[in-house]
């Protein structure tokens, strides 16, 4: 379908040609054509358990014939209340209430909002800040957009600096924003936000928002050992929230139920959203720590919180908690650390034999690449060449669908591509995914004349 035959506002234009597929299988996805897609990013680092499983479709099915909508002023519902157990018992310890939204904007935003209530309910309302990094996507709601620090949104979009957040360098060892190394460099950039709370004023800042490996807007960077154990005693220091942002590294992607849990520290709040439903339908969650919920727990009126209409519907819910019984039932989260070591180790091959690809790194199966132009200096190739745009063209061509972003070299170049496929993912399937990009990256690189140093 072209532009002009589509009624859907903008969107089409977004990506000129609008694929329409029928249906999804697995990891693979199908168009009108015919054509398949091997789905490299799993619809956008959602899809957990994979396309087309009847069990989550007759789930939904049942609970759209028993109850399709019912208002939390009144009610709430049983999948919502069984998703609660099942979400709180996988959180980290003392993490012991969920409150459930709509998508990964809705649970920043509503996180952002349980702060400011947080604080004031315990007479420090001047504290309404939120600190973020730069290399970091929240959502598109005002309040999300202005934590988020990447270029790339930025720079593309209407008056976000109406909240004016500061922001604080990522932890991106590859591409050091201090020109240092770990361990030498003592966790500079973990230090920068206790300069910077100092700078604002601790009694204006309520939270710090950060992914625990970072997603789209990074490409799975991993901060080194110690990072957030250093992050947790600054916000404890200052009494300042810390938000585990997992929108994309929740249930599971890293092959840990939390991408936190890949450190000794327990945050605050967590948000997690895509591979909460594995996209079968619309939630988001917002996991509040007892600490949190204690003070909450004492306040003598209502606290008007997360009052989307669909939040906590219960289709999303009984979809979610399908996810998740098929999850634990067929142990796709270890299943996904073991998977995603051997993706990642047969990627690192690929980087022996691709002189343009300067870093493969993450956890499970969230796996970044990152090109470069020189491997010696870490020297990012020119914005103005649209690697990662070129990429994603031509992977899609030789049926594989892939996403990327750019800005982690000196904020504006840098390009990097995310791989995140289902967790169902088998070394078959992934010796395909491999074989597939090794191709696309030859044609981009021939396409481009790229000249690479070793
Ligand atoms: N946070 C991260 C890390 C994301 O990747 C996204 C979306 O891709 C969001 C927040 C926003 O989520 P949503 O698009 O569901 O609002």
Redesign the pocket.
Known sequence: MNEKQSHVFNTPRWHKTCLMPTHGKGIYVYDSEGKSYLDAIGG??VISIGHGVTEVADAIAEQSRQLCFIHKAQFTSEPQERLADVVTAMAPEGMDRVGFVT????A?EMAFQVALYYHQLRGKPSKYKIISRWHS????TIA?LAMSGSRFVRNSLPPFDLLNFPHIQAPHCYQCPYGLTYPSCQLACANELARTIEQEGPDTIAAFIA?PII???GSAIVPPPGYYEKIREICDFYDILFIS?E??TGFGRTGKNFGIDHWNVIPDMITA?KALSSGYAPI?AVIIHKRVREIFDHATKNIPLSLFTYAGHPISCAAALAVQNYLAEHNLIEKCAVIGKYLKNELQKLAARESFIGDVRGEGLLIGIEFVQNRETHQPFSRSLGITEKIMQTGLKNGLILRGRFGTGTGVDGDHILISPPFIITEAQCDELVEKLELTFKEVKQSLNLVCAE
Not at 137 to 140: A, K, Q
Request: no cysteine.
């Open positions: 956008t680092h998508s990964g904007s809705t920043n996507y929240h959502g598109h999300t992914e997603g789209g807007a942002e929108i994309i959203t988001g």
